[in-house]
Each structure stands twice: as C-alpha cells, then as structure tokens.
C-alpha cells in the first residue's frame, strides 16, 4: 500500500478522538491528553474520527458539527486545568 493511502494508527503521539463529553469528565479528558502530550514529546489530538474497535484505526469521519465553541472549550479547559499552561494550536478542520 503507498503512503498516500495509509491511515496511520494510534501512536505516542497520535490519538483519535470521536469527541469529548460535555461536562467534567469531558473537561477532564481534555486536560489529561494535552498535559500527556507536552510532558513527553509533542503529538497530535484529532477529534471527530471514528475508530476501528480493534485497530485504532480511524474509520470515518464522525458527523459532528464544527465550530469555534469546541475551539474556546478546549483552550479554557487547558488554562484552568494545566499547570505550566504547554504551547499547543487548535485547527479547525472540515470534512471536505
């Protein structure tokens, strides 16, 4: 299979998200991925693919609407929750 159509799995620092949970343990599942993340080497969180149930591999898109609300909730979580605030980026992808 070329590179071109490969769907990379899950790694130490790549993680499929479908989406965070509204409320606290949503929140909290924020704040643990992105402190994860920073305390080891980097990586990237991609929210909204669902995966494979075996292989952690992403599968499709899942139908969630996109907007800046889940942009905002993600920086708050992270400047309330995290100490040593990391350096991180949210992008706002569209299913194309």
């Known amino acids: 299979m070329s590179s071109?159509?490969?769907?990379?799995?899950?790694?130490d620092d790549l993680d499929y998200k479908r989406e965070y949970k509204a409320g606290d343990d949503g929140n909290d599942d924020i704040a643990v991925d992105i402190a994860t993340f920073a305390n080891h080497r980097g990586g990237l969180i991609v929210v909204g693919m669902i995966g494979d149930r075996t292989s952690a591999i992403p599968v499709r898109v899942a139908n969630m609407p996109v907007s800046d609300g889940l942009k905002r909730r993600i920086e708050k979580v992270a400047a309330d929750r995290i100490q040593?605030?990391?350096?991180?980026?949210v992008r706002i992808v569209e299913d194309p």
């Not at 040593?84 to 980026?89: I, S, T």
């Open 4 to 11: 071109a159509t490969q769907q990379p799995g899950e790694t």
């Open 84 to 89: 040593r605030m990391p350096r991180f980026d």
